[in-house]
């Protein structure tokens, strides 16, 4: 008997996803980078794989259709209980709603939305697949964080929309809010000020884990990626910022513990 993965509480981000513009292409740097394996899955809206790793469901990569010309990068989708519930809460938290929700076959029921100050997020509703079954082990999801101008006024939405208890760390020069469920840390708010990216505006951060940062780095490097910002040490492990050959970036970290 298959044992079935513990279900993501309502709130807390339970998969990411891409669309790219070469389906192949990307299934090959990330199955070269990360060890991913990938199956297709039935969706309404395009060519659609799930990564796994070990067996076990880690991210999922869509293709854009032709003639999209839009930016790729990953998105991070928030559990919910009613995908329509939540999709109104957004709307009616000052968000906007620009996909859905829609039936993803019969996986579960999704949305596309953005925060009043402009980044990306999804919602996913799950029926017959919960989300990512495994974390923070090399090669699948360790972190989600949104980078933003500041936190005071977008924490309160996604409090707001999804029952976080934010938490803000106390320093004069670090603006940052961890977002908690039942007393467990789940997400992260960054406000960077001015240091927000012009060509990105405020976006949600894709952490994945890996065994050796540096290594990683130059494998990214090496498979036609780039590095956007070099290892560096942090409090919670040695991270990077990459991006993909499409320009798809994420962060790789090797946590501290």
């Known amino acids: 008997m298959t ?13 990411v996803s891409l669309l790219a513009h070469s389906l192949e292409a990307t299934q090959d740097f990330y199955s070269q980078l990360f060890g991913w394996v990938f199956e297709s899955t039935p969706q309404p809206f395009g060519a659609y794989v799930r990564a796994t790793l070990n067996g076990r469901a880690v991210a999922g990569v ?3 259709p032709r003639d999209r010309h839009m930016a790729v990068a990953w998105t991070t989708y928030f559990g919910t209980e009613d995908a329509d519930a939540t999709a109104e809460l957004i709307r009616d938290c000052g968000g906007t709603v620009g996909v859905g929700p829609l039936d993803a076959d019969d996986a579960g029921r999704m949305a596309i939305a953005s925060d009043p100050l402009g980044a990306v997020f999804g919602i996913w509703q799950p029926l017959r ?15 989600n964080e949104l ?43 960054h406000g960077v000020g001015q240091a927000l990216p012009r060509d990105r505006g405020s ?40 991006a993909d050959p499409e320009g798809a970036v994420f962060t790789v970290i090797r946590t501290a513990h």
């Open 3 to 15: 044992e079935v993965p513990p279900r993501h509480p309502h709130g807390a981000p339970c998969w």
């Open 62 to 64: 869509g293709e854009l």
């Open 129 to 143: 697949y919960d989300g990512v079954e495994v974390m923070g082990e090399p090669g699948s999801l360790a972190w």
């Open 147 to 189: 980078v933003t101008r500041e936190t005071s006024m977008v924490g309160k939405f996604y409090s707001a929309v999804f029952g976080f208890e934010p938490e803000a760390v106390v320093s004069a020069d670090f603006d940052y809010l961890t977002l908690h469920l039942a007393g467990h840390p789940v997400a992260g708010i």
């Open 203 to 242: 976006h949600w951060m894709t952490y994945f884990a890996v065994a050796d940062t540096d290594d990683a780095a130059r494998h990214v490097v090496e498979l036609g990626g780039h590095v956007v910002r070099a290892p560096r040490d942090s409090a919670f492990g040695r991270l990077a910022t990459v």
